[in-house]
Nanobody, 126 residues
Framework: QVQLVESGGGLVQAGGSLRLSCAAS????????MGWFRQPPGKERDFVAR??????????YYADSVQGRFTISKDNAKNAVYLQMNSLKPEDTSVYYC?????????????????WGQGIQVTVSS
């Protein structure tokens, strides 16, 4: 059983930065596709970014809306995944979720992920 716990959310002004962390237990992040999703109020949960290690290589992929502003990374020693968010905009305001997909290599939809964190609020003020 994989458990995920997010931290690092909060309130930030537009143009600012935040770093979200996701601590995993039950399985190592190096063996799973790890993703970040977000869900604005009253809207569907959308893909933000994913990271996957295959052998010695690590692959990342981003939604167009965050490309160039957000960076996903992982620390195998800490069994954690991070989302560095820069140049934040009010439209980035959402509940952000960490997700894990042990059996999927390249998933960008919520149905690809079998494990989820509880979610954490990020609010960007204008």
């Amino acid at each position: 059983q994989v458990q995920l716990v997010e931290s690092g959310g909060g309130l930030v002004q537009a143009g600012g930065s935040l770093r979200l962390s996701c601590a995993a237990s039950g399985r190592t992040v190096s063996t799973m596709t790890m993703g970040w999703f977000r869900q604005p109020p009253g809207k569907e949960r959308d893909f933000v970014a994913r990271i996957r290690q295959i052998g010695v290589n690590t692959y990342t992929y981003y939604a167009d809306s965050v490309q160039g502003r957000f960076t996903i990374s992982k620390d195998n020693a800490k069994n954690a995944v991070y989302l560095q968010m820069n140049s934040l905009k009010p439209e980035d305001t959402s509940v952000y979720y960490c997700a894990a997909a042990p059996s999927v290599v390249s998933g960008s939809t919520s149905t690809d992920y079998g494990y989820w964190g509880q979610g954490i609020q990020v609010t960007v003020s204008s």
